[in-house]
């Protein structure tokens, strides 16, 4: 995989691993709306399909949007989304929500998103849901047949999860997910440079009661007909807008390769490397975003030299102060700790690159030429942006490797010091 490589300066240590998989929290309980009176829709677009008019018309009824509710669901180029009835001001609530207490996959995969992290991802989230299906069929759906109109298929399981995953809004201050209706019609544009549109209010939840509700601000000031957009997330990379969205973005500094680093348990220095680990903010396994275009993450190289330090240089973790070993980390403690970090990322991306069966350039080609399905297009353009950040990485350790009789290590920045002192 291309998110898996070992280091060996002691015995066997691996220490770059397969991405986890994410569990997710159980679903809050939705509950019937407040009733307030019968409000007639504003009149949509005709083009919009029977069912969201049908859901809007009971959304109205029910009275989660009101006459006056600046924004309706509307035809946008994204397909749907909510578009404003009037002008609409920079941080205007715009919604407000009661809160309640193979064959396709398989072609897009082998054709497209081959030897990508993204596929890596998909395929263990596949993993545990199909788990987590067998799971439920055998202790629910088969024996609760009954209360079930029609059987339910792993497909339908599949299904619910992409609703859940493409539609849900974290909880403020939690990890729940919950379903809003209407809201879950916001699209993401690249144009909002903010977030936090997100909030959590008391308000009216009834007649004669309140209850948090879910906030939806604008970001951006309005027009009437304007399509309301907001911000997905700053720090998300294509691949996730793509796994979780099904869109990605032409910006770059999207694209990203995560290299998720281990202190292996068989290490000699186990114990020793995890303290000081744990000490600096970090843990057994850590992660690192490497964005195109930018800097290496600061703490990744000294996490590199961590699991890396053996022999000679493992006398570095005796040191009293565990802030002290992690300050010497952020310097290169030997040439031969140094060449071995360098060695190896530089062999793992060139394995990673290796299991790709395309070229930057012919992607750029397939690209340039505009007739790729949508998805296709997704896939190809985030397999594309993880090669570059993969090259990149290459070429920042080949340049590190190519200075390493002109760096200064720690007993030659010692030396010095004593020196001086003298």
């Known amino acids: 995989m291309a998110s898996v490589f070992s280091l060996q300066p002691l015995p066997s240590s691996s220490f770059i691993c397969?991405?986890?998989?994410?569990?997710?929290?159980?679903?809050?309980?939705?509950?019937?709306?407040?009733?307030?009176?019968s409000f007639q829709s504003t009149e949509?677009?005709?083009k919009i399909p029977q069912p969201v008019q049908t859901f809007w018309q009971w959304l109205c009824d029910e009275g989660v949007v009101t006459a006056k509710t600046p924004v309706k669901p509307g035809i946008v180029p994204e397909g749907l989304g909510l578009v404003a009835k009037r002008d609409i001001s920079k941080g205007e609530t715009v919604l407000q929500v009661p809160r309640r207490s193979e064959e396709e996959l398989s072609e897009i995969q082998v054709l497209s998103f081959a030897g990508t992290q993204l596929l890596s991802e998909t395929m263990s989230v596949k993993d545990y849901w199909q788990n987590e299906f067998r799971k439920v069929e055998e202790e629910v759906i088969l024996r609760n047949k009954q209360l079930f109109p029609f059987p339910i298929t792993l497909d339908d399981f599949f299904w619910a999860y992409g609703i859940l995953k493409s539609r849900a809004f974290s909880s403020i201050g939690s990890q729940n997910l919950m379903l809003v209706p209407l809201a879950d019609l916001v699209n993401h544009s690249a144009k909002v440079a903010t977030e936090g549109h997100v909030q959590e209010v008391e308000g009216p939840a009834g007649l004669f009661s309140w209850d948090l509700l879910f906030s939806l601000r604008s970001p951006l000031e309005l027009k009437a007909g304007d399509q309301f957009l907001v911000q997905y997330g700053l720090n998300k990379r294509n691949a996730d807008l793509a796994f979780g969205y099904g869109f990605i973005e032409p910006n770059s500094a999207r694209d990203a390769f995560t290299l998720t680093l281990e202190i292996s348990e068989s290490d000699d220095f186990y114990e020793d490397k995890l303290d000081i680990a744990e000490s600096n903010g970090l843990g057994k396994t850590a992660e690192f975003n490497v964005k195109l275009g930018q800097s290496l993450p600061p703490t990744l190289i000294p996490y590199l030299r961590l699991?890396?330090?053996?022999?000679?240089?493992a006398f570095l973790l005796e040191s009293i102060s565990r802030n002290d070993v992690w300050g010497h980390l952020e310097l290169p403690v030997s040439r031969a700790n140094e060449e071995l970090i360098c060695k190896v990322v530089r062999g793992t991306c060139k394995s990673a690159l290796s299991g790709y069966h395309t070229t930057i350039e012919e992607d750029e080609k397939l690209m340039e030429k505009g007739n790729l399905s949508s998805r296709l297009q997704i896939a190809v353009g985030i397999r594309a942006g993880e090669k570059k950040v993969l090259q990149q990485i290459d070429d920042i350790f080949g340049e590190r490797e190519l200075k390493l009789d002109k760096l200064e290590y720690y007993q030659e920045r010692r030396l010095k010091d004593q020196v001086t002192l003298c």
Not at 307 to 313: E, F
């Open 18 to 37: 397969p991405l986890k998989t994410t569990k997710f929290q159980t679903l809050q309980s939705f509950q019937k709306p407040f009733l307030i009176s």
């Open 44 to 46: 949509l677009d005709p």
């Open 307 to 313: 699991v890396a330090l053996g022999g000679t240089d």
